[in-house]
């Protein structure tokens, strides 16, 4: 049981991604019964022999089957638009991060403290610990707060990167010249892993991403001990 359960995706921590999670379900649902019905009259149609020909045109008939796929749309149409929203709305933030995307590696700037930037590399198999984690482990890892509205500047000084962590349910683009920007709102302390999801190059795939979210009072005295 425990091998299966490595397959599959970090558990949520931010609201957005655990509203993604509920979506993912109501989208399931609904597409399972849809799939079933179909199915389900597909075999009827093959086993059974008899016909209706009163029913060869029925307006009534064509309404239903008209009415019933746009309904079905509606209710998955209102939760992805009220998510979207949710994804995109900026809430006023307690703290600004910049992330920095270069050839390969990730470097963060702390903009509401003076001096406060750092490189965060891929540390090699050759200096791994036993309980490091290949190609997820970095050197420096970028330390947040939890239950804190931030924001993210994201930017490239080289290719287009991506900017991506799955247990969060952020990605976003790193392009020369350009700023863009999430909201971040972790929920729990602990370690959370993401890499780079653009073809950026040979080493692509060696520029991972590790959040270590820590409660505010650690927060503070992890700035106030920066060297």
């Known amino acids: ?68 796929p746009m309904l079905m749309l509606i209710f998955v149409a209102m939760p992805s638009m009220y998510l979207l929203y949710l994804m995109e709305n900026s809430n006023t933030p307690l703290l600004t991060i910049k992330s920095i995307g270069h050839q390969w590696y990730w470097s963060y700037e702390y903009s509401d403290f003076k001096n406060i930037e750092f490189d965060s590399y891929m540390i090699p198999s050759n200096l791994m610990n036993k309980n490091s984690f290949r190609l997820l482990d970095v050197d420096n890892n970028l330390i947040l707060p939890i239950n804190t509205n931030m924001r993210m500047l994201v930017t490239s000084t080289d290719v287009i990167h991506s ?53 505010m009072n650690f927060f503070l005295k992890w700035i106030n001990n920066f060297n």
């Open 1 to 68: 049981m425990t091998m299966w359960m490595n397959f599959g995706m970090q558990d949520c921590n931010s609201p957005v991604m655990e509203e993604l999670m509920f979506f993912h379900d109501h989208s399931m649902t609904i597409l399972l019964l849809i799939t079933s019905m179909i199915f389900y009259l597909i075999l009827s149609m093959m086993f059974n022999k008899f016909t209706m020909l009163n029913n060869s045109n029925k307006q009534n008939l064509e309404f239903i089957w008209t009415v019933l």
């Open 163 to 215: 900017w991506a962590m799955p247990s969060l349910g952020k990605k976003i683009d790193a392009i020369p010249g350009r700023l863009n920007q999430i909201m971040l709102n972790i929920k729990r302390p602990g370690l959370m892993f993401g890499q780079c999801s653009e073809i950026c190059g040979a080493n692509h795939s060696f520029m991972p991403i590790v959040i270590e979210s820590i409660p």
